[in-house]
């Protein structure tokens, strides 16, 4: 089993920043050698892509509503994946998800485990 604990979520206002953690663990889990990536779920939505990145740190993706303003990272000697959000809109309100996550050729992003999830709060 893959355990996926996040922190940092709070109340920020419109302009501000909060900056998100996941430490993964698990006994035959190597984080070093998975993508990871971020989902979140704002109320009355369902759960969105936000961001991942593959597990050399490389690559890096986002979505559309956050690029420029987020910015994903890891620390694989910590088994810790991070999310920098910049310039918080009130709709990047919702509950943030660390995930295992996986694509397919469609493009789509898949988790395979999740967090329990972190809430943001954005005022306006």
């Known amino acids: 089993q893959v355990q996926l604990v996040e922190s940092g979520g709070g109340l920020a206002q419109a302009g501000g920043s909060l900056s998100l953690s996941c430490a993964a663990s698990?006994?035959?889990?190597?984080?070093?050698?998975?993508?990871m990536g971020w989902f979140r779920r704002a109320p009355g939505e369902e759960r969105e892509f936000v961001s991942a990145i593959d597990w050399s740190g490389n690559s890096k993706y986002y979505a559309r509503s956050v690029k420029g303003r987020f910015a994903i990272s890891r620390d694989n000697s910590k088994n810790t994946v991070y999310l920098q959000m910049n310039n918080l809109k009130p709709e990047d309100t919702a509950v943030y998800y660390c995930a295992v996550v996986r694509t397919e050729l469609g493009g789509d992003w898949y988790g395979d485990y999740w967090g329990q999830g972190t809430q943001v709060t954005v005022s306006s």
């Open positions: 698990g006994r035959t889990f190597v984080f070093s050698s998975r993508t």
